[in-house]
């Protein structure tokens, strides 16, 4: 029988036990401090941490706050710190660890909410808006006639940087963001840069110098790398940043 | 008491519910959002394969238009579906896909010339027309007679919420994520907005506004093995059933896709097939030709589903820790392909598998298996999307019964609802909000929240030892294993006998922590008795209808019954004490149908039991078109079934080489 949460395996071998630390903080409750919770659970094959972390929810503490939703690393809800390092948990395989030791934080920059879970929806509405992360085009389109003809390679680079799920762990792993609060961070020069290339996008370099061309924005970016080190969706960021920067340099 | 006033509420932050926030905001009305998660963060984002639109741009989907599009959506439905909703949808369609991509959806585009595709298994060279460079692409389908998918990759629907949620955003829809909606406010049959709990303070809050929207999905969580992402629990489905008003239709139709893989469930596109991908079995044969000689891995997924499963059932199942599964193999499409249509199948087969499936030959071949993908039923409305029960609340989107899909849907044709949807019913529902005054009586909205206030504590209250987790496990298993791919009377008969007790048994939990604010198992109290609900309108529904369509089989009744079934399941929920829906039925009407049903092209042959107004429906049709003589396609049409849209929408489609024709 397949059980796809608690993946219970029909033989019956022996796995090894593993051990999840998880940080525990609920700031709703003025009682609470925050502390280190640890779990004991055994590793069955292909155990991810959204399979342990829901296995511990429904068969060890009730209480235990995170964010799943697709659990395919395609929504981007689950960002934490594991080992020190910010990751999607749904894509994170527990077998990745030899000493079977693994802590979890919550994904730092964010809002706290509880436990593992932070407000990332919020922060990203802003950053939308701050960037203006949509087609600018004066004239309005007919719906009934036939599309305006984009380059096939244009649209797959446009697509490209368009894959990007706005999971935050680019900012977790920025020193810059972690400095200044209204950096919009790799994910918003990126969505500039992708709309830089887009043709349907009738915005100059002024235009995007407006939004950008500050230490908030394209100048804010030390170049530690921290973002493409740790993006999910292998996201050629640093590239992207460099492009916007050289644009705006010019300016 | 926390009361928030808006124009338009809408509940829920996928494609469905953000295009109609869009909708209300053009008309210039105030216009709140509110979701569980991030709207971003919603399942449209796990769509991958495709929108299904007419362009007929690729050499593929040349002659494609909206009556084939009707024709195949029609099939694939097995005659459940509204003709009528059928003709709105297929018509937007194309103008839905036109306005995404000037919203900068970066659609796949035609490159001229020759390209090599997979065909039947076998490569074969298509050249594409100059005059189509650059336009949009489609890929093939399963159920339809053209390539008519269009696509990003296998990403289609990430990239199309993202369009949709910066246009909102970009229009100040505003969003109040962490809510959930717990209860819909009405007075006198008017639906007067809902009542919605802070997800992280507890707080209550009344929305109250002059028209409400359900667009909260579907409500796959009921099942153990579902493709579904986790808040796919139904809840906004089931609060419409608590009023006791609002009819439900065709719950017991229930997608279960070919493809997830095995064992998480996640799902891998039928663009995998699409583009060539094939099943193989144990012995690495290819075996769905010997079943479907003409659409072989291409029939709907209802058939392809059945097949697998009848494989497995004859031996031919891969045996592995997690039970038998098949093989679908995509590595003959080679590895350039695979990374750049397919890019998220192969991350998620190796992240989640280990195997990359453009390794060649069988080490890239991924386990996969029929699992529940789609819910067809839900909140049954008008075709201006308005519940046919009670005014002001409108449903869009999966968690509505439209009912485009009947009892089967097509790939590609969700995402493309969803925002059809949006556009369509987004404008009635902007239309109503407009013209609407808000009426409901502040003393009104206060007895619902002390209603839910009341029912939260006395779930804290519960002491009697069991544990929600149990019930809500035992649930999606009793789905999984009495009301799947296969049914019969027995097991659905345990299946609803079992499931009452379940949802008589939550009165005996008890919840660790009495917490009201953020408390994830307070959560799953309360939505697991909504989903338990739910599952009894879906196996109820299934036991009663003694027939086999589209994706409800019946081993004991086989065959599709015209005679006594072309009807829709209406359930209700009519007393909150009870602990059954109430059900009735809709009849479809043969006479008013466009196309009389007939046998789909796909299936076994001969498991229709005919309605004979079928047979006269399509003489009446004959001679309707010979009266008409030579007339063009939507004159004839129109003489067949007249249909309404917002004026907008119901202009003619322009199509590369004839035009507006």
């Given at each position: ?251 | ?8 509420l809408?509940v ?22 509110i ?144 809510k959930e909606a717990i209860s819909i406010i009405h007075?006198?049959?008017?639906c007067g907005g809902v009542v919605a ?8 809050i009344a929305y109250i506004a002059?028209?409400t929207?359900i ?21 906004g489905?089931?609060i ?208 619902f ?213």
């Open positions: 029988m397949i059980d796809q949460e608690n993946q219970e395996v029909s033989n019956e071998e022996e796995f090894r036990k593993i051990e999840i630390t998880v940080f525990r903080y609920n700031p709703q409750n003025s009682n609470t401090k925050p502390e280190y919770q640890t779990y004991t659970l055994e590793e069955t094959p292909g155990m991810t941490l959204y399979i342990a972390l829901i296995k511990i929810w429904s068969t060890m503490d009730h209480n235990i706050s995170f964010d799943f939703v697709c659990r395919a690393g395609i929504c981007g809800s689950c960002s934490m710190v594991v080992n020190g390092k910010p990751r999607l948990a749904c894509k994170t395989r527990t077998s990745e660890f030899e000493d079977g030791k693994i802590t979890l934080l919550p994904l730092p920059t964010f809002k706290h909410i509880k436990d593992l879970s932070v407000d990332t929806g919020n922060w990203m509405n802003a950053m939308s808006k701050k960037v203006e992360s949509w087609i600018h085009a004066k004239e309005e389109t007919d719906i009934t006639a036939i599309e305006k003809p984009v380059e096939p390679d244009v649209a797959q680079a446009v697509f490209e940087l368009d894959r990007c799920i706005e999971c935050g762990i680019c900012l977790a792993a920025c020193s810059t963001k972690i400095m200044k609060e209204d950096f919009v961070g790799a994910v918003g020069l990126n969505r500039t840069a992708r709309f830089a290339i887009d043709p349907h996008d009738e915005r100059s370099d002024e235009d995007f110098y407006e939004l950008i061309g500050d230490d908030n924005g394209v100048f804010g970016c030390m170049s530690l790398m921290g973002c493409e080190d740790h993006c999910p969706k292998d996201l050629p960021l640093q590239t992207k940043i460099a492009y916007m920067r050289r644009k705006m340099v010019k300016m | 008491m926390k009361i928030v006033y808006t124009d338009a809408i829920g932050g996928g494609l469905a519910g953000l295009r109609s926030a869009i909708a209300t905001r053009e008309k210039g009305l105030d216009t709140i959002v979701s569980m998660v991030p709207v971003k963060r919603s399942h449209s984002a796990a769509a991958q394969g495709g929108m299904q639109a007419s362009l007929g741009n690729a050499v593929m989907g040349e002659g494609d238009n909206e009556d084939v599009h009707f024709a195949d959506t029609v099939k694939g439905s097995d005659w459940g579906c509204d003709q009528n909703v059928a003709r709105m949808f297929v018509t937007t369609a194309p103008k839905a896909i036109r306005e995404l991509a000037a919203w900068g959806v970066p659609w796949n585009r035609i490159g001229k010339g020759p390209r090599e595709v997979i065909i039947n298994g076998e490569k074969e060279t298509i050249v594409e027309k100059d005059e189509a460079h650059g336009l949009i692409n489609a890929r093939d389908f399963g159920g339809t007679k053209k390539w008519r998918t269009c696509y990003t990759s296998d990403a289609t629907g990430h990239t199309m919420l993202y369009a949709v949620a910066n246009e909102a955003l970009r229009r100040n829809v505003e969003i109040h994520d962490k007075e006198n049959g008017i709990r802070d997800l992280i303070s507890g707080e209550l002059k028209g929207m667009a909260t999905g579907g409500y796959g969580r009921i099942y153990k093995q579902s493709t579904n992402a986790i808040i796919c629990k139904g809840v489905v089931a419409a059933l608590e009023t006791g008003i609002v009819q439900l239709g065709n719950m017991e139709a229930v997608q279960f896709h070919p493809t997830p893989i095995v064992p998480s469930g996640i799902l891998l596109t039928e663009g995998c097939r699409g583009d060539g991908g094939v099943l193989r079995d144990k012995d690495g044969y290819r075996f769905m030709p010997d079943y479907e000689p003409e659409k072989k891995e291409l029939a709907s997924r209802d058939v392809v589903s059945r097949r697998m499963i009848e494989h497995i059932r004859k031996g031919k199942g891969v045996k592995s820790p997690y039970g038998d599964h098949l093989w679908l193999d995509i590595s003959i499409l080679g590895r350039e392909h695979i990374e750049k249509n397919l890019h998220d199948v192969q991350d998620i087969s190796k992240t989640f598998n280990g195997i990359d499936p453009a390794d060649e030959g069988e080490k890239g071949w991924m386990p996969v298996l029929p699992m529940q993908h789609y819910s067809m039923g839900g909140i049954r409305v008008k075709p201006t999307g308005e519940s046919t029960t009670m005014k002001g609340l409108f449903c869009s989107g999966e968690a509505a019964c439209w009912d485009l899909h009947g009892f089967n849907r097509l790939g590609g044709n969700s995402v493309s609802e969803a925002v059809v949807a949006g556009m369509i019913v987004g404008e009635y529902f902007a239309s109503y909000c407009k013209e609407t005054h808000l009426t409901t009586n502040t003393f009104t909205i206060q007895k929240l002390e209603v839910q206030k009341a029912y939260l504590q006395e779930i804290l209250s519960y002491d009697g030892g069991k544990n929600i987790f149990d019930i809500k496990d035992r649930m999606r298993i009793i789905m999984q294993e009495k009301v799947g791919v296969f049914r019969n009377g027995k097991d659905l008969s345990d299946a609803v006998d079992e499931l009452e007790d379940l949802l008589k048994m939550v009165k005996e939990i008890t919840v660790t922590d009495k917490a009201l604010c953020i408390n994830p198992e307070l959560n799953e109290a309360y939505r697991v008795t909504k989903m338990l609900k739910l599952a009894l309108c879906v196996s109820k529904g299934a036991l009663e209808r003694t027939e086999s369509r589209g994706a409800h089989f019946r081993e004991d009744y086989t065959k599709r019954d015209d005679e006594n079934w072309l009807n829709r399941t209406i359930t209700t929920w009519t007393d909150p004490n009870d602990t059954m829906p109430t059900l009735s039925y809709e009849e479809i009407d043969i006479s008013k149908m466009e196309m009389p049903p007939a046998f789909r092209g796909y299936g076994k042959k001969g498991a229709i039991m005919s309605n004979p107004l079928s047979e006269i429906r399509e003489e009446e049709i004959t001679k309707i078109k010979e009266t008409l003589g030579k007339v063009d396609r939507f004159t004839t049409q129109e003489a067949l079934l007249d249909f309404d849209l917002p004026k907008e929408y119901k202009r003619k489609n322009e199509r590369m080489g004839v035009g507006y024709d």
